[in-house]
C-alpha cells in the first residue's frame, strides 16, 4: 500500500488515472524536459505513469504524485527510488522531482524532496540517499544543495543511458546521510 506525505504546501500521493494528461503534457514539454535526451510522446508517458503506479503499489514508495494542496492541482513527480539499472556508485536510492514549468519557482521541489528524503530515513531507515543530475542543469544542483547534499566529485560519471558526444551524458553525484538530513 502507498504511503501519502503531506508538507504544508503539497501531497505525494499515488498517481491517479486523471493525472495522465497533466504528466503527459508536463513530459512534452521542451522547458521540463531541457536536460532530459528525449521529450515523451504520450505513448511514453502512459508506460511511465503504469510503471510508477505499479512500484508505489508494491514498495510502499516511489516517485509520487506532487499535488498542490491549495488549488488540487498537478504539480509534477517527487519522491525516492531505487535507481532501476547499473550504476557507478552505492546506494542506487534517490530523491528526484520533475515539476511542470509552472510550479518551478516557488519552492515545491525542494519541499517535497525534503519530506522523501525524511521518510527514506525516518520510516524506511535508509542511511544514505544520492541524487543525480546532468552536470549542465544548475537549477537542480542548487535544488540538491538547499537539501543539505554535498556533492562527490569522485562519484561524478557518464551516465550509461545516454549516448556518447551528448552534452547530457556527463553527471553530477550527490550525496546526504541520515544524520545529515
Known sequence: MPFTIETPRLILRQWRD????AWAEMSADPRVMEFFPQ???????VKTLARMQAELERDGYGMWAAEIKATGRFAGVIGIE???YDMPFTPTREVGWRLAFDAWGHGYATEGAQASLD???EKLGWDEVVAITT??????QRVMQRLGMVRDMA??????RIEEGSPLR???LYRVRRERA
Open 18 to 21: 486523471a493525472d495522465l494528461d
Open 39 to 45: 521529450l515523451y510522446d504520450r505513448a511514453r508517458s
Open 82 to 84: 531505487d535507481i532501476p
Open 119 to 121: 521518510f527514506a530515513f
Open 135 to 140: 552536470a549542465i542543469n544548475v537549477r537542480s
Open 155 to 160: 562519484g561524478d560519471f557518464d551516465h550509461p
Open 170 to 172: 556527463r553527471h553530477v
